[in-house]
Structure formats: structure tokens, C-alpha cells
């Protein structure tokens, strides 16, 4: 299995500011990595897919980048709304794997 | 718009049967599209526990291949879940997914859209 390692797992920020979470694979996945945004009580949701395509309807505040086994999901201009968890999914094989997660807090 | 509604039994005893239904709407289950349960214990991360593909073909994740089944019916367009020889660990909020398979040598790409989820609890 391909293994996700996020990091941080959580973190805390104010509005307004540029915060960014890592997704390291434990071994190449190309392109193939998808952030997700879970708000509480709510399932997940796509935010960014193909490593850096936005999906339709998120802010372009949120920008992923990467390639292989480092992958990096920025927000800026941080808004009290982002305040949820982020994971990040591989594609490359099967089992689908998902990063451990990041909890996102506004300070 | 696409949606999915899981339904299914909230409750189940220790060793017994988990079986879940998801209902699409707003689509085809018949497309090119593939479609996956994923499970997330409370206060956990994301498991994906299958996909099943309108051919009826299934992979699973080998931490569960043992005790699942995946499968569909095109002409209510559902699909289910059965998850037999459950634990106290099988408690999980239960989502069903679809990916749409925009990279079609993938089975699986991005998983949009989830389910509301449901709320599984394992116990006597």
C-alpha cells in the first residue's frame, strides 16, 4: 500500500494569513493526488484534484502543487470558513489511501 | 446534480451482517463513473473499503477483502455494501462515493460526489 504522511496534523492561524500542508507519498504517484476539506459533522468534500486542478465552486484562494511524492495544498487569505480538516488521497494504486489528516483552527 | 443517500440498518450486533444501500440520483449508475464505499471511524482518518463498477467487477482493500462484498443494480440504481463478521471497530460513519473516472485508465480518480454518511455503531 502507498502510504500518505500529512503534515502538520493540526494547525492554527489568523484570518487573512497564507497557511500550507504537506502530503508526502511513500513512493511516486505522479500526478495522481486529490486534497479533500471535511467540515464538521459533514462529509468531505473535493477542493483540489490532479494535484493542482481546482474543483468547481472552490475559492482560487486554495492552490495545490507537487509532483511524485511531495505534494503541497496552500490557502491564502485565510477566511473563517476554511476552518476545517484536510486530507489529501492517492490514485496511483489500489488501496486508495488518504493522508492522516490536517485540523485546521483560526486563531 | 448528482446526489447519493445511503440507508441501512444504524445498529448491528457484535459477529453479525452490515448491509447499506446507496441510492444515486441525478445520474446514471450505469456510466463510466465507478463507485466506492470509504469509512471513517469517529475522530479518524478515511478508509476506502471497495469499488464496484458497473460491469460488477469489485476490488477491495485488502484489510477487509476477506468480509466484503460489493455489488449493484442498474435497473433501481443502487449499489450496496456487506460487511460480514463485524467488531467494535467496524463502528464507522459509512459514505458512499462516486468517482467519476476522468482519467479513464484509473478505476478510480477523485471521489465527488459523498453521501450524507451513516452512522454504523457496533454493539450488543
Known amino acids: 500500500d502507498i502510504q500518505m504522511t500529512q503534515s502538520p496534523s493540526s494547525l492554527s492561524a489568523s484570518v487573512g494569513d497564507s497557511v500550507t500542508i504537506t502530503c508526502q507519498a511513500s513512493r511516486d504517484i505522479g500526478h495522481h493526488l486529490n486534497w479533500y476539506q471535511q467540515k464538521a459533522g459533514k462529509a468531505p468534500q473535493v477542493l483540489i484534484y490532479d494535484v493542482f486542478k481546482v474543483q468547481t465552486g472552490v475559492p482560487s484562494r486554495f492552490v495545490g502543487s507537487g509532483y511524485g511524492t511531495e505534494f503541497t495544498v496552500t490557502i491564502n487569505n485565510l477566511q473563517p470558513e476554511d476552518i476545517a480538516t484536510y486530507f489529501c488521497q492517492q490514485y496511483e494504486s489500489l488501496p486508495i489511501t488518504f493522508g492522516q489528516g490536517t485540523k485546521l483552527e483560526i486563531k | 446534480q448528482m446526489q447519493l443517500r445511503e440507508s441501512g440498518s444504524g445498529l448491528v450486533k457484535p459477529s453479525q451482517t452490515l448491509s447499506l444501500t446507496c441510492a444515486v440520483s441525478?445520474?446514471?449508475?450505469?456510466?463510466?463513473?465507478?463507485w466506492s464505499w470509504v469509512r471513517q471511524a469517529p475522530g479518524k482518518g478515511l478508509e476506502w473499503i471497495g469499488y464496484?463498477?458497473?460491469?460488477?467487477?469489485?476490488d477491495y482493500n485488502p484489510s477487509l477483502k476477506s468480509r466484503v462484498s460489493l455489488s449493484l443494480d442498474k435497473s433501481r440504481n443502487q449499489f450496496f455494501l456487506k460487511l460480514t463478521s463485524l467488531t467494535a471497530a467496524d463502528t464507522a460513519i459509512y459514505y458512499c462515493?462516486?468517482?467519476?473516472?476522468?482519467?479513464?485508465?484509473?478505476?478510480?480518480?477523485?471521489?465527488?460526489?459523498w453521501g450524507q454518511g451513516l452512522l454504523v455503531t457496533v454493539s450488543s
Open positions: 462515493v462516486r468517482s467519476p473516472r476522468t482519467a479513464v485508465e484509473k478505476a478510480i480518480d477523485r471521489f465527488d460526489p
Open positions: 441525478g445520474g446514471s449508475i450505469a456510466s463510466s463513473s465507478s
Open positions: 464496484v463498477y458497473q460491469s460488477g467487477t469489485t
